[in-house]
């Protein structure tokens, strides 16, 4: 009996917070099914590709449903007791279908291949060339369940003793083009940031990179995700994203360097767990 | 052609050798069938326990919680949450839509409709049922051994699936009872493909056969090639869980490892692509020629759509790096394997033309493996145009791993598949049982589940493209789901419709098979391939004579006919005006 | 009921079911391929991404005892060729001879196997000292697993050499057992130079 009460309690309760959490959430805006705001330069790339898929595949579906539905009404048995009978085999029966496969195949997957192929190219893949422009650099180590950060510090080196390093704190400028490596320390993870549409796996044993630049006016707090299934705390693995102006960054990544060159400890082997920046433009393995 | 013709064999009499042991191909698939059911049931258990731990975090599950999670207090805890979706993802690809589709219906349809005695090789058929029996008891002891069952979900990446991250011997377990179900279905798979070469019933061309046995072989061809693959990199992960080989862990900590764990990715996609259309397959073929059954006019370019069949068959072998683009792939790869994948939407757009083109002008009949193939082609469609998303590299990279893929799947292997499966127990059932299933209570069936899987995949596919990622337990400690919380109580309370939905398939089943006096005629769908042209229930030699084959499978409608049907059978003459 | 009686040219030869055994026996060997393939690729994949090789500074192997296993094999197939040959024949005292040169060089096979194990522990070389002897160890289990149900299928073709009279059955055994043979003498030639001595 007490049983039955206290499970009637919690599912009260839950009801309630549920109700309290359909309020919040606000259901009837639409932006409540959008992704989260787009804070990088050009994650917008990456929306309107998905818009414009979109648009041709309801376009696409309408003509299936309409084929579907319509059919079923206009040629009900009731309706159309002698069926037409062919094999779908006479010529314009063949050019319509190849038609609409050529079609598809031509107006909508050989544009989105195109477009996609041209922003991952051109965009994506295009590395922020640390010669020719100001870029941030920053180390990435993955682990269960928890995201390691490092930036390069006064001396631009990255594993030296004055390296700037935080646990589940990460903190970017807005304007600059901004560069990860990322290694895994144990099993798979895959850093994904939602506000800035990208993610990539973090792996044992390789190197992988993400770039992107954050939009002006974007400062604030934000989350980062592991989307790789790595454990049982894997929806734990959450970090802190602290987008900040770039003189407030500055400011801070002045202040956060003095305090890394007085406690920073170098005899602690733990703290070097950073990687020589690989320059290499193509996945590194990491071989020793 | 038939090579040769099988000898009636002695009808079995003891209950082991009927019952158990059967040699007779309709026997074992009514083994699978039942197989597969409690597959779907349990799967779809654990599937209600993910959707009630998604929409309330932390609160005990309802009535059984407390048993199967005393410890908690009846909350699924995380680490159960995780084996619970690995081993739903599991049962329901491994254990429920295979052996429904390609095991029950491939050993059901194949013989009956080319026209064969039973499979090439009988022994190995039963064999192969007791051979994945063996494989579930292995996968189900898996539950109960110390530290749980295998948690690294079913595509069981390394490391995470090695030592170092799951040290339980249930995921060596999971590993093993794979590869155990490898070899069932490989023989099963051995057994379809010399059946329908070499015992197709004289006059019997490739293009006769009905496409349902076209989209079985195919399926099989798949299966022979493809599942030693995944056998190979299962066999790997075990050796470097048993024996301490370096396969895949490069780099992690406290190993001193060479290795590489995204090989095994390119192993498990190589096979895990196929596998999708392994999946899916038999239901385009057995909807093809439903759709063609029941709008009462041939399917409109059969011969097209068994080349499309064909197509995408060998296309599924060329694209499954877009399975990995996180991985960061080299870019050329990357851009091979997504214009490869964007080709295979060709096929895809033939099939529908053609599904449609069967539709037009027919003179529809509303049964319900009718209805079920309907709806098929209406989920295959959104499952299929989502697809462009996930094959298209950048919107990839935003929806790589969120929910949006897990909609995006469930709607072609699990809605696609399931209303097949659905479509064609309805369909055969006469033919397996003897007895016809109720209409009504099908068509009760096929709305609730219509509507309740629609709310789940399609509530999937917004929560993802809202950015909710995969396999978390709870969704809510990012502030950026919160606003996500009312949806997923949604999907979750649309996947109990759709579970209340599979209530009055179990009465129907039941019903029938153990009140229902009244027997179905033999020909009660009004259809012309060859298994309709015996008694039902089939006789355990099918056919006493073999038929002689002279028309296609999809003769309606012939206007010339004057049999006083609307259709002719296989072994008449093709009437022509 | 629309079935006709028609004389068809079905036989009871046995022809079609021996086309039925040949083609399930080639859907197999293809199976297995496709098991050996992935390894394979596997290997290569390893061996290109490695910047040397064998990796960590390990010496390359003696070849002293694959190549015995090598030649034991390649004997033994040999010897299964005649076997083929004299069963056509019906020469029931060379059909012995040579299935006794056929069984022997596999058990031969068998027992160098299990001294190459033996060797590599002697140097110490274990399954999970790197990359390289992973791939080696691994890859000889797994053949070593298909040779030994292979030699179990060569002992089935002990009561047909003892027979004079021959159903189209055994002709079936005798092909696939056969084509099952050659199939892991080719895999393992395969294993000798890509892994042994390349």
């Not at chain 2, 919680?65 to 739903?88: I, K, R, W």
């Not at chain 2, 023989?187 to 046995?213: E, H, K, S, W």
Request: proline content about 5%; hydrophobic content about 50%.
């Amino acid at each position: 009996m007490n049983k039955i009460i206290v499970t009637l309690i919690s599912l009260f309760t839950s009801l309630s917070a549920f109700a309290d959490s359909v309020v919040k959430s606000n259901p009837w805006s639409l932006s409540t099914y959008l992704p989260p705001e787009d804070i990088s330069v050009n994650g917008h790339l990456i929306d309107y590709l998905f818009n414009y898929t979109t648009y041709f595949n309801i376009f696409f579906f309408v003509l299936v449903c309409l084929g579907l539905i319509g059919f079923s009404w206009m040629y009900r048995a009731k309706n159309h007791p002698k069926p037409y009978y062919t094999y779908g085999n006479k010529k314009s029966h063949i050019l319509v279908a190849t038609a609409i496969g050529l079609f598809v195949f031509l107006t909508v997957d050989m544009n989105i291949t195109r477009i996609s192929n041209n922003d991952y190219v051109g965009v994506f893949t295009n590395w922020p060339n640390a010669k020719k422009e100001q870029v941030l650099k920053v180390e990435v180590l993955a682990q269960q369940w928890a995201w390691s950060f490092r930036y390069a510090g006064k001396d631009g080196v990255f594993n030296t003793e004055d390296d700037v390093v935080s646990l589940n704190d990460l903190r970017l400028p807005t304007g600059k083009k901004i560069v990860f490596q990322l290694q895994s320390k144990d099993v798979i993870h895959s850093f994904f940031i939602a506000n800035t549409r990208r993610k990539v796996d973090a792996i044992p044993g390789r190197i992988t990179r993400m770039w992107f630049e954050l939009k002006d006016g974007t400062a604030g707090d934000y989350e980062i995700a592991c989307a790789e299934m790595c454990g049982t705390y894997h929806y734990r693995m959450a970090a802190k994203l602290k987008v900040y102006p770039q003189e407030k960054f500055d400011r801070w990544m002045t202040e956060a360097e003095e305090k890394a060159k007085q406690e920073n400890d170098a005899d602690n082997a733990e703290l070097f767990w950073g990687w020589p920046w690989s320059s290499n433009s193509n996945v590194s393995m990491m071989k020793k | 052609m038939a090579f040769y013709e099988q000898h009636i064999h002695p009808k079995p009499t003891t209950f082991l050798s009927k019952y158990i042991f059967s040699f007779d191909h309709k026997m074992i698939a009514r083994q699978f069938i039942w197989y597969g059911i409690l597959g779907l049931g349990l799967g779809g258990m654990m599937a209600m326990l993910i959707r009630w731990t998604l929409s309330n975090p932390g609160v005990p599950f309802p009535v059984l919680g407390n048993l199967f999670f005393p410890m908690s207090g009846g909350v699924v805890p995380p680490d159960s949450y995780a084996m619970l979706f690995t081993m739903h993802g599991t049962i329901m690809i491994f254990y429920a839509i295979t052996p429904l589709l390609i095991g029950a219906f491939g050993n059901f349809c194949i013989p009956l409709m080319i026209g064969a005695r039973d499979m090439a090789f009988p022994a190995m058929n039963m064999l192969s049922f007791w051979l994945a029996v063996l494989s579930a008891i292995i996968l189900v002891a898996s539950l109960f051994v110390p530290l749980g069952a295998a948690a690294s979900g079913w595509t069981a990446y390394p490391t995470l699936s090695t030592l170092i991250g799951s040290p339980g011997v249930g995921q060596t377990l999971w590993a093993i009872a794979i590869f155990v179900l490898g070899i069932s279905s490989t023989m099963g798979a051995i057994n379809y493909i010399t059946t329908v070469i070499t015992l197709r019933a004289p006059g019997m061309g490739y293009f006769d056969m009905p496409l349902t046995v076209w989209g079985l072989w195919l399926t099989a061809i798949l299966n022979a090639i493809f599942l030693p693959v995944l056998g190979a990199g299962g066999l790997l992960l075990v050796f470097d869980r048993v024996f301490g080989t370096q396969f895949f862990l490069a780099g992690a900590a406290a190993t001193n490892g060479t290795g590489d764990p995204v090989l095994f990715q390119h192993v498990f996609w190589i096979f895990g692509h196929p596998e999708v259309y392994i999946l899916i397959l038999p239901a385009w073929g057995m909807v093809s020629d439903i759709l063609s059954f029941f709008s009462r006019k041939p399917a409109f370019g059969a011969k097209a759509t068994a080349l499309a069949m064909t197509s995408i068959t060998i296309l599924s072998t060329l694209v499954y790096g877009h399975h990995m683009y996180t991985t960061q792939m080299s870019p050329l790869l990357t851009q091979t394997f997504m214009t490869l994948t964007m080709t295979i939407s060709i096929p895809s757009a033939i099939f529908f033309a053609n599904w449609l083109g069967t539709l037009w002008r027919g003179s529809i009949r509303f049964t319900s493996p009718m209805v079920f193939s309907m709806g098929v082609v209406f989920v295959f469609g959104l499952g299929g145009l989502t697809g462009l998303y996930l094959g298209t590299v950048t919107t990839d990279l935003y929806l790589h791993d969120t929910y949006f893929v897990v909609g995006h799947f469930h709607y072609t292997m699990a809605a696609s598949v399931l209303l097949g499966s659905f479509a064609a127990i309805y369909f055969w059932f006469p033919k397996m049982f003897g007895k016809m299933l109720c209409e009504k209570l099908a068509l009760t069936h096929f709305w609730i589940t219509f509507l309740g899987l629609n709310g789940v995949f399609m509530g999937m596919m917004m929560v993802g493209y809202g950015g909710m990622h995969r396999r978390i337990y709870n969704p809510f400690i990012y502030e950026y789901l919160e606003k996500l919380i009312p949806l997923n109580a949604l999907i979750t309370t649309a996947a109990l419709l759709m579970g209340i939905g599979q209530i009055p398939f179990l009465i129907n089943l039941v019903s029938t098979l153990f009140f229902k006096k009244e027997m179905a005629p033999d020909n009660p769908w009004e259809v012309g391939t060859l298994e309709w042209t015996i008694p039902t229930p089939a006789p355990h030699y099918n056919f006493k004579n073999i038929p002689v084959v002279k028309c296609g499978p999809h003769e309606f409608g012939n206007p010339n006919l004057t049999t006083g049907r609307d259709f002719q059978y296989q072994t008449e003459e093709l009437v022509k005006g | 009921m629309n079935t006709l009686e028609v004389k068809n040219n079905i036989q009871y030869s046995g022809e079609g079911e021996k086309l039925a055994a040949s083609i399930a026996m080639i859907v197999v060997l293809v199976s297995f391929s496709m098991l050996f393939a992935s390894l394979f690729l596997a290997y290569f994949y390893y061996r290109i991404t490695e910047p040397v090789w064998p990796p960590m500074g390990m010496e390359r192997l003696n070849l002293f005892v694959p190549t015995m296993s090598t030649t034991f094999i390649i004997l033994s197939s040999i010897s299964l060729f005649g076997f083929n040959h004299y069963f056509k024949e019906a020469n029931q005292l060379k059909m012995k001879l040579t299935l006794a040169l056929t069984i022997g060089p596999a058990l031969a096979f068998m027992g160098s196997q299990l001294f190459l194990w033996e060797s590599f522990k002697n140097i110490g070389l274990y399954a999970s000292s790197g990359i390289f002897p992973s791939i080696i160890y691994s890859f000889t289990w797994i053949h070593v697993a298909h040779i030994v149900a292979a030699i179990f299928s060569l002992l089935w073709l002990v009561p047909i050499s003892l027979k004079s009279e021959h159903t189209f059955k055994d002709e079936n055994v005798v092909l696939n057992v056969g084509k099952f043979w050659h199939f892991l003498s080719i895999i393992w030639l395969i294993i000798y130079f890509s892994i042994f001595v390349f």
